[in-house]
Protein backbone atom coordinates (compact mmCIF):
# COMPACT_ATOMS: atom_id res chain seq x y z
CA UNK A 1 0.00 0.00 0.00
CA UNK A 2 3.15 2.30 0.93
CA UNK A 3 4.83 1.64 -2.96
CA UNK A 4 1.10 2.36 -4.25
CA UNK A 5 0.70 6.01 -2.73
CA UNK A 6 4.62 7.21 -2.96
CA UNK A 7 3.50 5.92 -6.73
CA UNK A 8 0.63 8.12 -6.72
CA UNK A 9 2.30 10.72 -5.19
CA UNK A 10 5.05 11.03 -7.97
CA UNK A 11 2.65 10.51 -10.90
CA UNK A 12 0.51 13.30 -9.42
CA UNK A 13 3.36 16.06 -8.99
CA UNK A 14 4.68 14.73 -12.58
CA UNK A 15 1.31 16.13 -13.77
CA UNK A 16 1.70 19.64 -12.62
CA UNK A 17 -0.26 19.74 -9.18
CA UNK A 18 0.35 22.84 -7.18
CA UNK A 19 3.30 23.74 -5.49
CA UNK A 20 2.29 24.39 -1.79
CA UNK A 21 5.30 26.58 -1.53
CA UNK A 22 3.07 29.20 -3.50
CA UNK A 23 1.06 29.84 -1.12
CA UNK A 24 1.92 29.90 2.82
CA UNK A 25 4.08 26.74 2.55
CA UNK A 26 4.15 26.33 6.46
CA UNK A 27 0.69 25.99 6.84
CA UNK A 28 -0.96 24.34 3.55
CA UNK A 29 -0.48 20.34 3.32
CA UNK A 30 -1.28 17.97 1.27
CA UNK A 31 -2.28 14.20 1.60
CA UNK A 32 -2.97 11.21 -0.52
CA UNK A 33 -6.22 9.26 0.04
CA UNK A 34 -8.53 6.96 -1.66
CA UNK A 35 -11.70 8.61 -2.82
CA UNK A 36 -14.69 6.55 -0.54
CA UNK A 37 -16.73 6.65 -3.78
CA UNK A 38 -14.39 4.96 -6.23
CA UNK A 39 -11.53 3.62 -4.21
CA UNK A 40 -9.04 5.77 -6.30
CA UNK A 41 -6.14 7.81 -4.93
CA UNK A 42 -6.60 11.16 -5.05
CA UNK A 43 -4.02 14.01 -3.63
CA UNK A 44 -5.91 16.56 -1.75
CA UNK A 45 -4.57 19.90 -0.20
CA UNK A 46 -5.77 20.84 2.80
CA UNK A 47 -6.10 24.81 3.61
CA UNK A 48 -6.53 26.51 7.19
CA UNK A 49 -9.38 28.40 7.30
CA UNK A 50 -7.05 31.67 7.43
CA UNK A 51 -5.36 31.23 4.47
CA UNK A 52 -8.60 29.74 2.61
CA UNK A 53 -10.45 33.25 3.28
CA UNK A 54 -7.72 35.19 1.44
CA UNK A 55 -7.83 32.91 -1.04
CA UNK A 56 -11.50 33.09 -1.39
CA UNK A 57 -11.13 36.61 -1.86
CA UNK A 58 -8.44 36.43 -4.28
CA UNK A 59 -10.54 34.10 -6.46
CA UNK A 60 -13.76 36.48 -6.28
CA UNK A 61 -11.90 38.87 -7.57
CA UNK A 62 -10.18 37.12 -10.28
CA UNK A 63 -13.54 35.77 -11.34
CA UNK A 64 -14.82 39.27 -11.53
CA UNK A 65 -12.49 40.69 -13.56
CA UNK A 66 -12.49 37.60 -15.95
CA UNK A 67 -16.09 37.36 -16.70
CA UNK A 68 -16.28 41.07 -17.29
CA UNK A 69 -13.92 40.79 -19.87
CA UNK A 70 -16.08 38.14 -21.24
CA UNK A 71 -18.99 39.10 -20.84
CA UNK A 72 -20.92 36.77 -18.49
CA UNK A 73 -22.40 36.92 -15.45
CA UNK A 74 -19.76 37.18 -13.00
CA UNK A 75 -22.33 35.92 -10.37
CA UNK A 76 -22.60 33.24 -12.14
CA UNK A 77 -18.86 32.43 -12.53
CA UNK A 78 -18.68 32.37 -8.52
CA UNK A 79 -21.22 30.07 -8.46
CA UNK A 80 -19.93 27.66 -10.74
CA UNK A 81 -16.83 28.33 -8.73
CA UNK A 82 -18.26 27.67 -5.10
CA UNK A 83 -19.64 24.30 -6.74
CA UNK A 84 -16.43 22.81 -7.78
CA UNK A 85 -14.48 23.52 -5.77
CA UNK A 86 -15.45 25.93 -2.70
CA UNK A 87 -12.56 28.60 -3.67
CA UNK A 88 -9.78 25.89 -3.27
CA UNK A 89 -6.82 26.65 -6.03
CA UNK A 90 -5.40 23.24 -5.13
CA UNK A 91 -8.66 21.16 -5.46
CA UNK A 92 -8.15 17.89 -7.56
CA UNK A 93 -11.13 15.62 -8.24
CA UNK A 94 -11.66 11.92 -8.11
CA UNK A 95 -11.90 12.08 -12.26
CA UNK A 96 -8.66 14.12 -12.21
CA UNK A 97 -10.64 17.55 -12.87
CA UNK A 98 -8.18 20.37 -11.35
CA UNK A 99 -8.18 23.69 -9.88
CA UNK A 100 -11.04 26.47 -9.02
CA UNK A 101 -13.18 25.78 -11.99
CA UNK A 102 -12.16 21.93 -12.54
CA UNK A 103 -10.91 21.57 -15.82
CA UNK A 104 -10.04 18.06 -16.89
CA UNK A 105 -6.97 17.99 -18.36
CA UNK A 106 -8.25 17.34 -21.60
CA UNK A 107 -10.51 20.74 -21.52
CA UNK A 108 -7.92 22.49 -20.07
CA UNK A 109 -5.54 21.33 -23.37
CA UNK A 110 -9.06 22.24 -25.42
CA UNK A 111 -8.51 25.53 -23.98
CA UNK A 112 -4.81 26.51 -24.00
CA UNK A 113 -4.95 26.40 -20.01
CA UNK A 114 -1.40 25.34 -19.11
CA UNK A 115 -1.25 25.24 -15.61
CA UNK A 116 -4.93 24.53 -14.00
CA UNK A 117 -3.93 25.29 -10.74
CA UNK A 118 -2.65 28.89 -11.80
CA UNK A 119 -5.87 30.70 -10.52
CA UNK A 120 -5.53 33.18 -13.12
CA UNK A 121 -5.39 30.95 -16.09
CA UNK A 122 -7.71 28.20 -14.10
CA UNK A 123 -10.11 31.03 -14.07
CA UNK A 124 -9.69 32.53 -17.55
CA UNK A 125 -10.17 29.06 -19.26
CA UNK A 126 -13.19 28.03 -17.37
CA UNK A 127 -15.08 31.37 -18.08
CA UNK A 128 -14.19 30.75 -21.84
CA UNK A 129 -15.78 27.59 -21.75
CA UNK A 130 -18.42 28.45 -19.97
CA UNK A 131 -19.32 31.54 -22.50
CA UNK A 132 -18.65 28.86 -25.51
CA UNK A 133 -21.38 26.79 -23.16
CA UNK A 134 -24.00 29.99 -23.10
CA UNK A 135 -23.49 30.64 -26.56
CA UNK A 136 -24.52 26.90 -27.61
CA UNK A 137 -27.05 26.12 -25.90
CA UNK A 138 -28.19 30.27 -25.14
CA UNK A 139 -29.75 28.54 -21.89
CA UNK A 140 -27.73 29.01 -18.58
CA UNK A 141 -29.61 26.13 -17.45
CA UNK A 142 -28.10 24.16 -20.31
CA UNK A 143 -24.51 25.54 -19.91
CA UNK A 144 -24.05 24.80 -16.54
CA UNK A 145 -25.39 21.07 -17.14
CA UNK A 146 -22.83 20.85 -20.28
CA UNK A 147 -20.20 22.20 -17.79
CA UNK A 148 -20.38 19.49 -16.00
CA UNK A 149 -21.50 16.39 -18.07
CA UNK A 150 -20.18 17.74 -21.39
CA UNK A 151 -21.86 19.17 -24.31
CA UNK A 152 -22.39 16.16 -26.47
CA UNK A 153 -24.81 14.99 -23.03
CA UNK A 154 -26.41 18.14 -23.52
CA UNK A 155 -26.99 17.81 -27.04
CA UNK A 156 -27.79 13.94 -27.03
CA UNK A 157 -30.50 14.77 -24.37
CA UNK A 158 -32.13 17.76 -25.57
CA UNK A 159 -31.38 19.13 -22.30
CA UNK A 160 -30.52 18.14 -18.95
CA UNK A 161 -28.98 14.67 -19.42
CA UNK A 162 -30.77 12.27 -16.46
CA UNK A 163 -27.66 11.60 -14.51
CA UNK A 164 -27.90 12.07 -10.84
CA UNK A 165 -24.89 14.12 -10.57
CA UNK A 166 -25.67 16.60 -13.03
CA UNK A 167 -29.14 17.29 -11.89
CA UNK A 168 -27.42 17.60 -8.43
CA UNK A 169 -24.61 20.37 -9.93
CA UNK A 170 -27.30 21.82 -11.52
CA UNK A 171 -29.51 22.59 -8.66
CA UNK A 172 -26.63 23.29 -6.50
CA UNK A 173 -25.53 26.51 -9.04
CA UNK A 174 -28.89 27.38 -9.03
CA UNK A 175 -29.25 27.85 -5.37
CA UNK A 176 -25.69 29.62 -5.33
CA UNK A 177 -26.74 31.43 -8.07
CA UNK A 178 -29.95 32.58 -6.00
CA UNK A 179 -27.65 33.69 -2.79
CA UNK A 180 -25.27 35.50 -4.69
CA UNK A 181 -28.32 37.55 -6.62
CA UNK A 182 -29.96 38.02 -2.86
CA UNK A 183 -27.09 39.09 -1.57
CA UNK A 184 -26.08 41.60 -4.43
CA UNK A 185 -29.60 43.10 -4.26
CA UNK A 186 -29.15 43.67 -0.49
CA UNK A 187 -26.08 45.36 -0.84
CA UNK A 188 -27.87 47.57 -3.37
CA UNK A 189 -31.15 48.34 -1.65
CA UNK A 190 -28.90 49.28 1.54
CA UNK A 191 -26.59 51.26 -0.91
CA UNK A 192 -29.83 53.33 -1.55
CA UNK A 193 -29.92 53.96 2.10
CA UNK A 194 -27.30 55.16 3.20
CA UNK A 195 -25.55 52.07 4.60
CA UNK A 196 -23.20 49.04 3.11
CA UNK A 197 -22.56 45.62 3.30
CA UNK A 198 -18.95 45.04 4.49
CA UNK A 199 -17.63 41.28 4.27
CA UNK A 200 -15.14 40.24 7.53
CA UNK A 201 -13.63 36.96 8.29
CA UNK A 202 -14.04 35.77 11.95
CA UNK A 203 -11.04 34.22 13.39
CA UNK A 204 -12.59 31.02 12.06
CA UNK A 205 -11.77 31.70 9.05
CA UNK A 206 -15.49 32.18 7.86
CA UNK A 207 -17.23 35.09 6.28
CA UNK A 208 -19.46 36.85 7.73
CA UNK A 209 -21.99 39.93 6.10
CA UNK A 210 -22.85 43.03 8.31
CA UNK A 211 -24.17 46.60 7.56
CA UNK A 212 -22.30 49.61 8.33
CA UNK A 213 -23.52 53.29 8.37
CA UNK A 214 -21.94 55.34 5.37
CA UNK A 215 -19.48 57.91 6.02
Same mark, same amino acid.
Given at each position: ????????????????????????????????????????? &?? !?? &?????????????????? %?????????????? #????? &? #???? +?????????????????????????????? +??????????????????????????????? %?? #???????????????????????????????? !??????????????????????? !???? !??????
Amino acid at each position: MRSCLLAAWFCLAAAGLPRAAEVESSKISSVVKADPATGRL &VR !RV &VVPPAAKARLEANARAQA %AETAERYNVDPLLV #ESVIA &V #ESDY +NPFAVSSKGARGLMQLMPQTAKRLSVADSF +NPAQNIDGGVRYLKYLLSLFGDETHAVAAYN %AG #EGAVLKYGGVPPYPETARYVKQVSNKLKQAKA !RAAARSAAADHGVHLERYTDSEG !RLHY !RTVAAQ
